[in-house]
């Protein structure tokens, strides 16, 4: 029944630790997204594909890295965890190019990452 | 540089009052405007969208988009306390490609019983 589906939903690691969150949707939606929330609720676009093909790439470190096996999958690894990586990550998902602009996105629970 | 801009809040409301929260976008050809609400540790979750100049009404929420004055606005009828969560404004990023939204920091709503 869930439509966008995140796991883990916490996860706590120390530094310099490597990690990866995992992303479903069944909403039957071409397009993914990668969203970091800081704890001033501010919501920062990482990544997105479209049917498996990257399309947005913001300016995020390389130790990030996102992987879209299919359409309905967006995992997002990172490397090297810092201190400064702690947030909480949400992935989205919508359809394709709308021909009046955008189409809404919908998101998952949310993977709240601390790094100690 | 693109912009979406809120006032941050938090915005007191008593119970059963309208709320009017309001957001400005800098970029003329956005053509996509969405209002999200966040309640405490959840996700975001889609309230309205809106397409074209004028109102548009679901239930007790009413969206307004004004492009000449840039800024899109939503009305909440007969508060509730269930109303209280920061409300995200996002607006889409005209180009190539419209996949992209850009997302106001939100406003922190509380409704008073």
């Known amino acids: 029944d869930t439509a966008v589906s995140q796991t883990p939903k916490y996860l706590v690691t120390q530094m310099g630790n490597d990690k990866s969150i995992k992303c479903e949707q069944n909403?039957?939606?071409?397009?993914m997204y990668w969203y970091k929330q800081d704890s001033k609720k501010f919501l920062k676009i990482m990544f997105s594909?479209?049917?498996?093909?990257?399309?947005i790439n913001e300016t995020v470190p390389n130790r990030f890295s996102p992987k879209s096996p299919d359409k309905a999958h967006l995992n997002l690894h990172i490397n090297s965890l810092e201190l400064g990586d702690s947030a909480v990550y949400f992935c989205?998902?919508?359809?394709?190019?709308?021909?009046?602009?955008?189409?809404?996105?919908?998101f998952g629970p949310g993977t709240r990452l601390t790094v100690t | 540089q693109k912009e979406v801009e809120q006032n941050s809040g938090p915005l007191s409301v008593p119970e059963g009052a309208i709320a009017s929260l309001n957001c400005t976008y800098s970029?003329?050809?956005?053509?996509?405007f969405f209002w999200y609400r966040q309640y405490s540790g959840k996700s975001p979750e889609l309230i309205m969208f809106?397409?074209s100049n004028g109102d548009k009404e679901d239930g007790r929420f009413t969206a307004q988009l004004n492009k000449a004055s840039q800024y899109v606005s939503l009305l909440i009828r007969d508060s509730q306390p269930s109303d209280s969560a920061t409300y995200l404004c996002?607006?889409?990023?005209?180009?190539?490609?419209?996949?992209?939204?850009?997302w106001g920091a939100g406003t922190k709503l509380i409704i008073k019983p």
């Open positions: 989205a998902s919508s359809q394709a190019q709308g021909v009046v602009g955008s189409y809404e996105q919908y």
């Open positions: 909403l039957g939606h071409d397009t």
């Open positions: 594909y479209n049917n498996k093909e990257l399309i």
């Open positions: 970029d003329r050809g956005s053509q996509s």
């Open positions: 809106i397409y």
């Open positions: 996002a607006v889409n990023i005209p180009g190539d490609s419209n996949y992209q939204l850009i």
